[in-house]
């Protein structure tokens, strides 16, 4: 008599390793194909008012730019981020923007030389050797230390 493993082809069928992308979120061609098959299966006697259908194509739209707008955001803070890295080791001159005692908004130029940056709230900071940071959208000129900035 022959002896049949019963696990063999549950565990042929499985490769170590394999694993499956879980989805957080919904994305556009789930959108899509959620829309197209409303469409499909909608009752031909009663269909879909035209306003929702407007609605909903445009909620989509919106969505998608939205979507599309903060890619392009992250990679235009990725590029920031690479580029002040190579402001370490470099004079910078900052505009550092403070209030006075009677509340007064006012400014004045700092300098400091950049020991290292970071990302905090969405925007890249300079911190400087002597503990104080500026906002890199507040540089208003870089140098070699000891040098005049141009």
């Known amino acids: 008599m022959t002896t049949v493993n019963p696990y063999s082809s549950a565990s ?18 789930d ?10 299966n909608q009752d031909p ?19 998608e730019q939205l979507m599309n707008m903060n890619s392009s955001m992250e990679e235009m803070l990725s590029l920031q981020l690479g580029n002040a890295v190579s402001y370490i080791g470099f004079e910078v001159t900052y505009s550092h923007a403070y209030q006075d005692d009677q509340g007064n ?7 400091g030389i950049v020991q290292s940056i970071s990302h905090e709230n969405g925007s890249v900071v300079l911190k400087m050797t002597d503990g104080s940071e500026a906002d890199i959208s507040r540089i208003i000129s870089v140098a070699l230390p000891g040098t005049e900035s141009a």
Do not use: C, H, W
Request: glycine share 2%; proline share 2%.
């Open 105 to 111: 908004q006012l400014t004045e130029e700092k300098t």
């Open 12 to 29: 042929s069928s499985y490769t170590a390793g394999q694993s499956r992308e879980i989805k957080s979120a919904m994305d556009k061609d």
């Open 45 to 63: 006697l009663e269909p879909m008012d035209t306003n929702e259908m407007a609605a909903q194509f445009s909620q989509f739209t919106t969505v």
């Open 31 to 40: 959108f899509l194909k959620l829309y197209i098959e409303q469409l499909k």
